[in-house]
Structures are given as structure tokens and as C-alpha cells.
């Protein structure tokens, strides 16, 4: 079988298509900075001696990036689509495929996820509408997460509020967590059940995550993926009273106030430099102070999620690094390490400065693994999908609980 795993962000679409289920990667590609001037398509048929496909597209939409994908894809007969949804609800517990009840689901939450799942629904629709007889099936971020206990997903509010909204934590990263810690446990090889595990995905989202005996038990983002750990545009963690302070003090409608928290916060608001890692990292080791401020903020806060899942757990044994930063930023893992000797937590310098792949990065004596793990989310939605479609997930895609947003 041939999927198409489809993974649209907030101004990009990464994608491959896979042979499954021997899960061969036959083609890779990503479209960036769509919904700008500048959106550009690349695209690698690794099959073919062809040179690789890069290419400008004028309006920028995901509809237009998806026609211009599916006429590469042509070649190819693509059986089913999964896709990367951040957000479904507390009621989307299982991998699903997609009808009008899941798709209306996922509309119901874009508030919930405004960055990110106006632009799944966008790809859901786009692929309907240009291979109609194509079955898709979501994939949502949060699902790994539903096994959070009360005490974990519950907020200090009204109850009631829980009950009519379903206000509570929800989290995100959930695909690239699930990968992450079973990889953990192969490389170690050890039983995942085992292990007490401390994930950081680190990328221009990010979501630090408890994970005990192979279910999530805690995860720093919430009922949005605004909450936790410092984000490229979004402020993480901070009192709510501060929301309210900014509503009255400046004036802001609820849109303007999702604006701030949402996309000029994060290390962009901070440095006032730009979303971009890379560039904030640049301009801190030339002196640039509030620079080097927003990489000191989202080293302790990584820092102190860290050791309150160590707390929550009753222990460490695997400290997982991943996403493009995670995994690239030997400088933000010595900082987020720093201070940690008496958890057993001991980076090997070398092994931290040099090396490439999934590897272990702690000093042989250590009492935690400190590990660095490439994600592959694309892998995981061609797994789920093909599950599904074969009748391998349970039946009835929404569990109880399910509340109409």
C-alpha cells in the first residue's frame, strides 16, 4: 500500500509517501512559508535519478501547494492519506478515519489550536476534493495524552466550566512523543514499561512530556498549545492575570489578545530579533541582550519541567532531546542540563558537541540516559493509517466524554 502522510503546520506542509507496510520511503518533500510571498516547494523522489524538484508558488495557499504536490505524487498510486491533526478534543481518542462527524470534530476545535488545525482541515479538504475516492485518516497530537490522570488535565476553575467546555489540559506532541519514547527503548534496549521517561520536543513548538510506564502521565502543553515551555511566537506558561491586565490596560478584543500570546510572544517577543531559532542564538553570541534572555528563559523553564516530572514520576531514567532545536542546539542542551547532577544527569561534552543521529549523550557512569532522538511524525501517520484502514483500531472513533465545541 501506498500512503501519502501529510503533516500541515502553520505555514508549512511536510510530506512523504511510504510503501508500506515494509514503511520505505519513496518520495519526501516539504512546502514553506505558505500564506507569504515567498512559499516554496521541494521535493525529492528518492526512486528516481531525477534532480531534485524546488520551485516557487504564487499564491501561497494549501490548496495550491497540494495541487502542485499531488501532480509530482502522480506517478504514484496513493491508497490512503494520513494526516497530522493537533488538536481533536477529548472525545477523538482513537486514529480515525475521516468522515463528516470527524471533520466537523476538527473544525470544532480550531479555536482550541488556531495556528494549527485550520490548516490540517485545509489539507483534509484540499485532498478531498482532489482525490475524492482516496480514504484519509487523522491522526490527532493529543491522543497520546488522554491517559493523563484527573489530577494532571484538571485547571483550578469552576468545575462546571470543565463539564460544559471541556476546559482541561489536553497536550500536544503526542505523535512525536510516541515515537520518541519507543525509540528510546530500542536503542536501550529495554522494556518501555520499564522506564521512566522526560521528553523535550524542542522545535518552534514546544512540549516537554512525563511519560511512566509507557503512558503519558503529565505535558506541559494544555487545553491549547500556547501553555508550557517558551515557543518561537507563542508566551508559554504565565499568569492569567496578566491576560487581564493587557485587556484592560491596552484595550485588546479577545482576537488581539490571541494575536499577542499566540504569535508575538515566545522567544520572538522577547528578543524583538525573530522566530527564527537560529538567528535569536546568532544575535545572543554577539552581545545581543535580550537575545540571550529569551534563550536563558526557555532554558529554565525546560529546566524546571524537567525536574517536576522527575518529581511527579518518583524518579529518572531517560531524558529524551528532539525537534530541530532539541536536536541541533548542543549549547540549549548543556543549559537545560546544567544543574541537574543530583537527578543523575550527566551530559558526556564530547558526546553532546559532536555526533549526528539517535544517540545516547550522558556519560557512561550516569544514573539517567541522556538521549538525542531524530522524530519521524510522517512514519508514525503512515502506521496509524494503515491500522486503521485495515480495522485494526478499535471501532467508533469518539470515546466518552466527547464535548461539542
Not at 182 to 193: C, E, H, P
Not at 234 to 244: A, E, F
Amino acid at each position: 500500500m501506498q500512503v501519502l502522510a501529510l503533516n500541515c503546520g502553520g505555514s508549512s506542509i511536510k510530506y512523504k509517501v511510504f510503501s508500506m507496510p515494509e514503511e520505505k520511503v519513496l518520495v519526501l518533500g516539504s512546502v514553506e512559508g505558505i500564506g507569504s510571498q515567498e512559499t516554496t516547494l521541494r521535493h525529492q523522489d528518492l526512486t528516481s535519478e531525477a534532480p531534485d524538484c524546488q520551485k516557487q508558488l504564487p499564491r501561497g495557499d494549501y490548496g495550491e501547494a497540494l495541487e502542485e504536490i499531488l501532480k509530482l505524487l502522480q506517478p504514484y498510486q496513493i491508497e490512503a492519506v494520513g494526516h497530522r491533526v493537533v488538536h481533536g478534543g477529548a472525545g477523538l481518542r482513537r486514529p480515525a478515519r475521516i468522515d463528516a462527524a470527524v471533520l466537523a470534530t476538527l473544525k470544532a476545535c480550531c479555536q482550541l489550536a488556531p495556528l494549527h488545525n485550520p490548516a490540517n482541515v485545509a489539507g483534509i479538504e484540499a485532498v478531498a476534493r482532489l482525490l475524492p475516492q482516496v480514504p484519509q485518516v487523522a491522526v490527532c497530537d493529543n491522543t497520546f495524552h488522554l491517559t493523563l490522570p484527573p489530577r494532571a488535565y484538571l485547571y483550578g476553575l469552576p468545575y462546571e466550566y470543565y463539564e460544559r467546555y471541556g476546559l482541561r489540559r489536553y497536550g500536544f506532541h503526542g505523535i512525536t512523543f510516541t515515537y520518541m519514547v519507543n525509540r528510546a527503548a530500542q536503542l536501550l534496549g529495554q522494556d518501555l514499561k520499564e522506564l521512566k521517561i522526560v521528553s523535550l520536543m524542542l522545535g518552534s513548538g514546544t512540549t516537554a512530556n512525563a511519560c511512566c510506564g509507557g503512558q503519558s502521565i503529565d505535558v506541559s502543553t494544555g487545553f491549547t498549545p500556547t501553555e508550557g515551555l517558551l515557543q518561537s511566537t507563542r508566551c508559554g506558561d504565565v499568569d492569567p492575570g496578566v491576560l487581564v491586565y493587557l485587556l484592560r490596560q491596552e484595550g485588546l478584543d479577545p482576537d488581539a489578545l490571541e494575536e499577542v500570546i499566540n504569535k508575538k510572544s515566545g522567544w520572538l517577543g522577547i528578543s524583538g530579533v525573530s522566530n527564527d531559532y537560529r538567528a535569536v542564538e546568532e544575535a545572543a553570541l554577539l552581545g545581543h541582550e535580550r537575545a540571550r534572555l529569551a534563550l536563558e528563559v526557555l532554558a529554565y523553564r525546560a529546566k524546571k519541567y524537567v525536574g517536576a516530572y522527575a518529581a511527579a514520576m518518583g524518579g529518572i531514567d531517560v531524558l529524551i532531546f528532539s525537534g530541530g532545536i532539541g536536536e541541533k542546539s548542543s549549547s540549549l542542551r548543556r543549559e537545560i542540563c546544567r544543574g541537574l547532577e543530583f537527578l543523575g544527569i550527566k551530559l558526556d561534552a564530547e558526546r553532546n558537541e559532536n555526533g549526528n543521529g539517535d544517540r545516547v549523550i550522558s556519560r557512561p557512569e550516569a544514573g539517567v540516559r541522556v538521549l538525542v532522538v531524530h522524530t519521524d511524525e510522517e512514519v508514525m501517520i503512515a502506521r496509524e493509517t494503515v491500522k486503521v484502514l485495515a480495522g485494526k483500531e478499535p471501532s467508533g472513533a469518539f470515546g466518552q466524554g466527547w464535548i461539542s465545541l
